[in-house]
């Protein structure tokens, strides 16, 4: 038998309370349709990680109103722009946020809004070029009192 | 509601410059989750869209959702290659429709 000794034993009551808060912490179970509005906007087709800047913070203290900021890394000019951008939140009631849609005149494919969060979840921002290959981002926001309902 | 809508932009650019616009509008955004008092669903009246387009063409938009948040502030960019009109709108749920209007003139 292998003998615990009191330091031992905190250490392991310690390492069980982490592992039992971790699901928490990453309680990304989608609780809505974000994928439908995901396989909506793609069209089915796999969007490639990268060239989006997605600016959250990772704990929000008030989901009701939660900073966004979304750049896209594009030229912005006639030939090669980003169409759309769509945003998603995966543990609100409904998933989408919203779609912002740019055109060569905004020079830099780049937006900030705020936005309501009910709970910690993924947000996920997708973008479409105007040459139709589609980018992804996701990020993770810790909410401390929900933004809907309420 | 009846508030004019807060536009923030430079008075005047150079030729090929980009600029930074920022909106704000006073709206409850009411995301029809909520419950009043008597536990009835509080109807959802939310901007649904914004516009903003510059001599006519469409500089940029975007399609709100239930999950923005009251007085919606949405900020981004423009290129001014010529002195001009931006035209703003904001749509509703119920059809109306927030308008305002800035100039902007190109650096000498």
């Given at each position: 038998m292998v003998a615990i000794n009191r330091r031992q034993a905190f250490a392991l009551g310690g390492g069980f309370v982490a592992l039992a808060l971790m699901p928490m912490a990453a309680d990304?179970?989608?609780?809505?349709?974000a994928a439908a509005w995901i396989k909506k906007f793609t069209d089915g087709k796999e969007p490639v990680k990268g060239k989006i800047a997605l600016d959250l913070?990772?704990?929000?203290?008030?989901?009701n109103t939660v900073p966004l900021s979304v750049t896209v890394d594009s030229p912005m000019t006639a030939d090669a722009y980003v169409k759309e951008v769509m945003i998603v939140a995966?543990?609100?009631?409904?998933?989408?946020?919203a779609t912002l849609m740019f055109s060569?005149?905004?020079?830099?494919?780049e937006a900030s809004i705020r936005i309501r969060l009910a709970q910690t979840q993924n947000v996920t921002a997708i973008a479409k070029m105007s040459d139709g290959s589609l980018f992804s981002e996701q990020k993770t926001v810790k909410v401390t009192i929900g933004g809907c309902g309420g | 509601m009846a508030d004019r809508p807060r536009i923030k932009l430079p008075k005047e650019a150079s030729k090929g410059e980009i600029i930074q616009v920022k909106t704000l509008v006073s709206h409850v955004?009411?995301?029809?989750q909520r419950k009043d008092a008597q536990g009835k669903t509080v109807p959802r009246k939310i901007i649904n869209r914004f516009a903003c387009e510059f001599n006519g063409k469409p500089v940029f938009a975007c399609a709100l959702e239930p999950a923005i948040s009251a007085n919606p502030y949405i900020q981004f960019n423009a290129r001014i290659e010529e002195e001009g009109t931006f035209k703003f709108a904001w749509t509703d749920d119920d059809g109306a429709v927030i308008t305002a209007e800035e100039k902007i003139a190109l650096k000498a």
């Open positions: 990304a179970e989608p609780s809505n349709d913070p990772e704990i929000a203290e008030n989901g995966d543990g609100n009631p409904n998933a989408g946020v060569p005149l905004s020079g830099k494919a | 955004m009411e995301s029809g």
